[in-house]
């Protein structure tokens, strides 16, 4: 049977809607911590210290890993080089792989080497969730990906670069969250019916899918995907053989729902 363009489901205005409900919040912190560093760097008359600006980006941490039930597992301000060096204002909450030892309500200090000359050196400007931000000026979501520098699991990467004067970039803001926990709370909220529903990233790698075959961080092939991924515009699209498939982006989250035929 041939499936035409019109015969496709295309996920419902609810399940795109609620996506971006899980995503819209975090970036809405990342811009009032965008706005808080924007403001200290804009005092007149006065140096960037790490040792003064630090202490105000952990405020905002804490309070962050307080209130989100264990779905952050890092959070900070990663400084543009000549902003304060190469130093990341990063901390790491219980709930991380990588935090051994702690409670599930403490956090604590990433440490890295900042030191460019160190053979253990690692230039993150070079990295997707910096690198892209501060190209494009907009919010980015990185991954899912296994994250070895701070989370040591499937993690996904909201990031948001910070300015200073409007033009300058001076860093970027940003919250690891726990794919095993956005699963949970997203796997209920992707209701497409009898078709299988799958969150992928900007790249085309699945986010969480009701699709049994289709792993975290796997790439989706579909024909037309690569190229409707590279088109912002928001209205909805048939894809695949036959038109079988959907294609709606989630608001400005950076994440678009693709819902298709259930595999048999």
């Given at each position: 049977m041939t499936i035409t363009p019109e015969q496709t489901t295309p996920p419902t205005d609810a399940c795109v809607a609620s996506i971006a409900d899980v995503f819209d919040p975090v970036f809405s912190r990342l811009e009032q911590w965008a706005d808080l560093v924007e403001r200290y760097a804009a005092r007149p008359d006065s140096v960037a210290d790490r040792a003064e600006l630090d202490p105000l980006v952990e405020q905002l941490v804490r309070r962050e890993f307080a209130d989100s039930d264990g779905c952050v597992i890092g959070a900070g301000f990663v400084s543009a080089p000549h902003?304060?060096?190469?130093?990341?204002?990063?901390?790491?909450?219980?709930?991380?792989?990588?935090?051994?030892?702690?409670?599930?309500?403490?956090?604590?200090?990433?440490?890295?080497?900042?030191?460019?000359?160190?053979?253990?050196?690692r230039?993150?400007?070079?990295?997707?969730?910096?690198?892209?931000?501060?190209?494009?000026?907009?919010?980015h979501i990185t991954g899912p990906y296994v994250d070895?520098?701070?989370?040591?699991?499937?993690?996904?990467?909201?990031?948001?670069?910070?300015?200073?004067?409007?033009?300058?970039?001076?860093?970027?803001v940003g919250i690891d969250l726990s794919v095993d926990e956005i699963e949970r709370d997203l796997v209920p909220r992707l209701d497409a019916g009898a078709v299988a529903a799958t969150v992928i990233n900007a790249s085309g790698r699945v986010v969480v899918s009701t699709d049994a075959h289709l792993a975290t961080g796997a790439l989706l092939r579909l024909p037309g995907l690569t190229e409707r991924l590279a088109d912002p515009t928001p209205a909805f699209t048939a894809l695949g053989p036959d038109g079988a498939h959907s294609f709606q982006w989630c608001g400005r989250t950076g994440l678009a729902v693709v819902a298709g035929p259930a595999p048999s």
């Open positions: 902003f304060l060096g190469w130093h990341l204002a990063w901390w790491l909450g219980g709930q991380n792989a990588a935090s051994q030892g702690l409670p599930a309500t403490g956090i604590r200090h990433l440490e890295t080497v900042e030191d460019p000359l160190k053979e253990s050196f230039d993150y400007t070079a990295l997707e969730w910096w690198r892209v931000p501060a190209h494009t000026g907009r919010r070895y520098l701070c989370t040591d699991e499937y993690t996904l990467t909201l990031t948001l670069p910070v300015y200073r004067g409007g033009t300058e970039l001076i860093g970027v």
